[in-house]
């Protein structure tokens, strides 16, 4: 455990109110409004999502590797979910649950941080049921803006010490796919409150394929 992510957890959820209240507010509450079933949440933080679940779910499960994360995310659950609810140290990448554990799997704003995308989108392909939905938020490299590529290229090395293994080129929308996953719905979103390197955002739901 390291000084940088004891402070990253302790400012994490300051550091982000002035998008949340922009966009990701907004945006979390519509994902999330028709999901159901067993969940499980990748890489939760401090449990952020944790208020826009709705009681159509029937067991929520959330990961998340950072201990000092973990511990805050803990204490925030105890006040809003109870019981249908537990938090488990456990990386994206290397999920501790079987085969088609899930009917749904989520993540926001994980999957540019991960050590590796292809291991993290293979995981919880794994660990979704046939016809499972993967449900998304994610910052993503600005494809249709070569400008900002230019930027987000020149930043990224200081994002990544910064800001947890952050990267800001990552072309999430073809991971995704390439990964097996079928779109049922993709949104390309610009996030507000925010620096622009970061701004360019994905939003939707896939469907675990396979057979």
Known sequence: ????????????????????E?????????????ISG???EVGSGTGINLSYYPSSINKLTLTEPEPHMLKILRNNLNHIVGEKCTAIECTANALKFPDNSF??????LVLCSVDSTD?????????????????FIEHVIAKETPKLIKWQ???????????????????????????????????????????????????????????
């Open 153 to 211: 290229k020149l930043f990224q090395p200081f994002w990544i010490h910064m800001c947890g293994n952050c990267h800001l080129t990552r072309d999430t929308e073809a991971d995704i796919s390439n990964a097996g996953f079928k779109f049922h719905s993709i949104e390309r979103l610009k996030s507000l409150g925010s620096p622009a390197i970061v701004s360019p955002t994905i939003k939707g739901i896939a469907v675990n394929d396979k057979a």
């Open 22 to 34: 922009a966009c990701m507010s907004s945006w979390r509450k519509e994902l999330l409004s028709d």
């Open 1 to 20: 455990m390291s000084i940088r992510s004891y402070f990253m957890a302790k400012f994490y959820d300051a550091s982000m109110k002035k998008m949340e």
């Open 119 to 135: 291991k993290t989108l293979s995981e919880i392909k794994r660990v979704l049921k046939p016809g499972g939905k993967f449900y």
């Open 103 to 108: 009917d749904a799997v989520v993540s926001t």
């Open 38 to 40: 067993d969940v499980l």
